[in-house]
């Protein structure tokens, strides 16, 4: 895994919502990682909503030589040399997150005020609800000191919004996934859901494993259960499931 200035990991992963994500004719799409992409406001608000940009301009040779300045951007520095990377990409962060093109605040230094910590106010700018069974659900203003994300729902799914955080009136949520064993007449299958079942399984494989995107759920269990109206993944894990349409999948809410 590389780290650094250029700190970006292509992951491959298989498509299963085909009729709403835009993929390659073999189902497989990849995600571009870049800094700041889980943690600052401007690198979520990014990978929210641009993402389709940067994995293209990582796919474009030309483009990619100049990937510094996508992990520039996204932790604080200046977003103009977006423009002679990506034009599309400088473009979508202009539209849809203008405060990554705000005037950057002057880093405190030596003059700066001691706060002490029981002063320093809420540990995120976002606020988000405590992480429960059925997961937390963030709003980008407000301030909190819940964390929502994936560790904080034990490495579940987290979706946002389009527009998330630099809209409002958007909103971010996370998910536990768990597996239980049940029987699902004739067959012993193993069923996952987005929530917390208590069993401690995250992980479900058998012959065949099915999931349906909109329900959140997964299951595994012989070849011939069959899949229905459900997408076949090679296993049932939080890395299988995929937000709805209108939303984008992020590694944290909060920020």
Do not use: Y
């Amino acid at each position: 895994m590389l780290t650094g200035e250029v700190a970006r990991r292509l992951i491959t992963v298989a498509t299963v919502a085909s009729l709403w994500l835009a993929c390659t004719p073999s189902g497989l799409g990849q995600t571009c990682h870049f800094s700041g992409d889980d943690s600052s406001p401007c690198g979520i608000c990014i990978a929210a909503n641009c993402q389709t940009q940067v994995n293209a301009c990582c796919g474009n040779d030309d483009c990619a030589s100049e990937l510094a300045t996508i992990d520039a951007c996204a932790t604080g520095s200046s977003c103009s040399g977006l423009t002679s990377t990506s034009a599309d990409l400088a473009t979508c962060v202009a539209s849809s997150c203008a405060m990554c093109n705000e005037a950057r605040a002057p880093d405190a230094g030596s003059d700066a005020e001691d706060v002490d910590a029981h002063d320093a106010g809420p540990r995120f700018t976002s606020n988000c609800s405590t992480p429960t069974s059925t997961g937390c659900i963030c709003s980008p203003k407000g301030g909190g000191s819940d964390e929502c994300s994936e560790a904080a729902v034990n490495g579940g799914l987290c979706c946002a919004d389009r527009g998330w955080p630099e809209a409002g009136d958007t909103l971010c949520s996370c998910e536990p996934f768990t597996c239980e064993q049940v029987f699902d007449s004739p067959f012993v299958t193993l069923r996952c859901e987005l929530r917390d079942l208590h069993t401690g399984i995250t992980e479900g494989t058998g012959a065949l494993c099915c999931i349906n995107v909109f329900l959140g759920s997964c299951r595994c269990g012989p070849s011939d259960m069959g899949c229905n109206d459900e997408d076949v993944v090679p296993r049932c894990n939080a890395q299988a499931m995929r937000c709805i349409s209108s939303r984008s999948r992020v590694k944290t809410c909060s920020f």
